[in-house]
């Protein structure tokens, strides 16, 4: 699933940002194939990619991310998508370095305060490197730096992503399984999520840190993860 096509190919930074554009969340990730891309936050001028791809997304794709079809994509679907303020409303794109070419997304969404909903969806030819799970952890240590305590998600129950997000925190962790869907009420636990970003296998890119200066790479796993598009 291709998110966007705006990124340029010497670097990370879109050509246009918004007022209050997180900057120290772009960073260069080594996957465990030994592929790297490049991820940063999601911005206005990817909505046009972003449509095209949910359109042309494969079935399981689509089932991945929205346990069902896609949605009615609608300009103002995509404007709300791709308008984030940051902080309540938070995505990162992942873009391969070699051509630009978005290749996930994940976000997080409120549901009240304190509490988010947590997506990831991931190109089929990006999967099993580890890519989600470097996007759920990243997306997780920015929710804890604005005031987010807890991921809520509804996904299908062999998810290893969300599976792999449930061990970065304590023992505060519910799930109910039912005909095949899974949902999680997780709090976030700021060591133990601090401790599995530095603990990912790092790039040599040394100018290509977090906001706490960190640096990240992924081993873990992928998949995707459903929000509520219009949330």
């Known amino acids: 699933m291709t998110v966007s096509a705006t990124e340029e190919r010497r670097g990370p930074h879109p050509r246009v940002v918004p007022a209050g554009y997180p900057r120290g969340y772009e960073r260069r990730l080594r996957l465990a194939d030994g592929r790297h891309v490049r991820i940063r936050p999601v911005v206005p001028a990817d909505a046009p ?108 129950a062999e998810n290893r992503p969300v599976t792999a997000l449930v061990r970065l925190v304590g023992p505060d962790v519910r799930q109910s399984i039912r005909e095949g869907i899974a949902e999680f009420s997780i709090a976030l636990d700021r060591e133990q999520v601090e ?16 906001p706490h200066g960190r640096r990240v790479a992924d081993p873990g796993p992928g998949s995707a993860t459903r929000s509520h598009p219009t949330r």
Do not use: K
């Not at 994940?106 to 490197?129: I, K, L, S």
């Open 195 to 210: 401790r599995a970003v530095r603990a990912l296998p790092r790039d040599d890119d040394a100018s290509e840190a977090g």
């Open 49 to 156: 990619a972003l449509g095209a791809a949910i359109r042309a997304a494969d079935p399981d794709t689509l089932r991945r991310r929205f346990l069902g079809g896609a949605p009615h994509v609608t300009p103002t679907l995509l404007e709300h998508l791709t308008t984030l303020d940051y902080a309540r409303r938070f995505a990162l794109g992942a873009f391969d370095e070699a051509t630009g070419r978005g290749v996930a997304i994940a976000r997080y969404e409120p549901v009240r305060e304190g509490v988010a909903e947590v997506a990831v969806a991931v190109d089929p030819a990006w999967r099993g490197v580890g890519l989600a799970t470097a996007l759920l952890e990243t997306l997780a240590e920015a929710a804890l730096d604005r005031g987010v305590h807890a991921f809520s998600a509804t996904v299908q």
